[in-house]
């Protein structure tokens, strides 16, 4: 008897062995990662960075796909669609989860429900950038100026509910006065149309913004984290004025939901040792960027509490759903 139980343990083995050996080890091949924002952009060159780091770690084709539209949401129902399997790996942003859902009464995806975070590459400011030929040094300039030339002034950003379209719509709502809003495809578009003098302003990421403020083509007044940036330490918060003024902005990798537990925290795992390297934070810091790898778990939890902090704002703001 103890032979036929050690020969059925054996046989166990071998075909739990055998079971094993026949599932494939995550990539065999080529991954597509979704961008929703077109190429050239702050959440384009995050992924980026992540696609190359992993197709020189695993030999396979990383493949950055832009699906741009209405502020980063027409690529997240796309991404929302995509086989379970992690093949397909998308690129979403404070915009697209956290914000859209409020502003934006069909979407074609659930923020919660259709994705799997697995974990976020960075955070960063927005930065308040204006046209050259505004009369303005500082922000308490800014304001004085909006409020003497009310429905005068244009912004632009990636589109209605996107995390440059926000900070815009509360400071006309606490100064008192109406800006015409200028929805554009991405942040060169924005910083093109602002340098040649079409709008007026834009709160645009700081990745593009300040680069533009250092050659002078644009003017700097403030930046929207709630602490001063430490690529800019001269630029001002807006929370300096008005207190408790925080809107920044992340990047952060999803997949649609269904990915296996263990494929989840293979890629966060890669993410986090990606983001870790000294030349990466050294490069984002360079552009403003807080590389801030965490586990699918941690993401989950950031991502419920964004979407929760987003609909006071969005609803402080007096946005009407789209």
Same mark, same amino acid.
């Given at each position: 008897?103890? @032979?036929?139980? !050690? $020969?059925?343990?054996?046989?166990?083995?071998?075909?739990?062995?055998?079971?094993?050996?026949?599932?494939?080890?995550?990539?065999?091949?080529? =991954?597509? =990662?979704?961008?929703?924002?077109?190429? *050239?952009?702050?959440?384009?060159?995050?992924?980026?960075?992540?696609?190359?780091? %992993?197709?020189? @770690?695993?030999?396979?084709?990383?493949?950055?796909?832009?699906?741009?539209?209405?502020?980063?949401?027409? *690529?997240?129902?796309?991404?929302?669609?995509?086989? @379970?399997?992690? /093949?397909?790996?998308?690129?979403?942003?404070?915009?697209?989860?956290?914000?859209?859902?409020? =502003?934006? @009464?069909?979407?074609?995806?659930?923020? #919660?429900?259709?994705?799997?975070?697995?974990?976020?590459?960075?955070?960063?400011?927005? %930065?308040?950038?204006?046209?050259?030929?505004?009369?303005?040094?500082?922000?308490?300039?800014?304001?004085?100026?909006?409020?003497?030339?009310? *429905?005068?002034?244009?912004?632009?950003?990636?589109?209605?509910?996107?995390?440059?379209?926000?900070?815009?719509?509360?400071?006309?709502?606490?100064?008192?006065?109406?800006?015409?809003?200028?929805?554009?495809?991405?942040?060169?578009?924005?910083?093109?149309?602002?340098?040649?003098?079409?709008?007026?302003?834009?709160?645009?990421?700081?990745?593009?913004?300040?680069?533009? !403020?250092?050659?002078?083509?644009?003017? $700097?007044?403030?930046?929207?984290?709630?602490?001063?940036?430490?690529?800019?330490?001269?630029?001002?918060?807006?929370?300096?004025?008005?207190?408790?003024?925080?809107?920044?902005?992340?990047?952060?990798?999803?997949?649609?939901?269904?990915?296996?537990? #263990?494929?989840?925290?293979?890629?966060?795992?890669?993410?986090?040792?990606?983001?870790?390297?000294?030349?990466? =934070?050294?490069?984002?810091?360079?552009?403003?960027?807080?590389?801030?790898?965490?586990?699918?778990?941690?993401?989950?939890?950031?991502?419920?509490?964004?979407?929760?902090? /987003?609909?006071?704002?969005?609803?402080?703001?007096?946005?009407?759903?789209?």
């Amino acid at each position: 008897m103890k @032979k036929l139980f !050690a $020969a059925l343990a054996g046989a166990l083995a071998l075909i739990s062995t055998a079971a094993v050996a026949q599932t494939p080890a995550w990539p065999q091949r080529q =991954v597509t =990662v979704i961008v929703p924002f077109t190429a *050239g952009g702050t959440t384009d060159l995050f992924a980026r960075i992540f696609t190359q780091a %992993m197709q020189q @770690k695993y030999n396979v084709p990383f493949v950055v796909e832009n699906r741009a539209g209405a502020g980063g949401t027409v *690529g997240a129902g796309a991404a929302a669609r995509g086989p @379970k399997d992690g /093949y397909t790996l998308f690129v979403g942003t404070a915009s697209t989860h956290a914000i859209a859902p409020y =502003v934006y @009464k069909q979407l074609s995806y659930d923020a #919660d429900r259709d994705f799997q975070p697995i974990s976020l590459f960075a955070t960063l400011p927005n %930065m308040l950038v204006i046209a050259n030929n505004i009369p303005a040094r500082n922000f308490a300039e800014f304001v004085a100026y909006a409020k003497a030339n009310p *429905g005068k002034l244009n912004y632009g950003s990636s589109g209605i509910g996107a995390s440059n379209h926000i900070p815009a719509e509360i400071i006309s709502n606490l100064i008192g006065t109406p800006m015409t809003h200028i929805p554009f495809r991405s942040s060169n578009e924005i910083m093109n149309a602002l340098v040649g003098g079409h709008i007026h302003l834009a709160f645009d990421n700081i990745t593009f913004a300040w680069p533009q !403020a250092q050659g002078g083509t644009v003017r $700097a007044i403030a930046v929207t984290s709630a602490q001063r940036s430490p690529t800019a330490p001269d630029v001002p918060t807006i929370a300096e004025t008005f207190p408790g003024f925080d809107i920044g902005t992340w990047h952060g990798l999803f997949a649609p939901t269904g990915l296996p537990r #263990d494929v989840a925290e293979k890629i966060a795992a890669d993410v986090k040792e990606i983001f870790s390297r000294p030349d990466v =934070v050294a490069r984002l810091k360079e552009i403003g960027a807080v590389a801030s790898p965490n586990t699918p778990d941690a993401f989950t939890a950031f991502s419920r509490s964004e979407r929760e902090r /987003y609909q006071r704002i969005v609803r402080e703001a007096r946005i009407e759903p789209q």
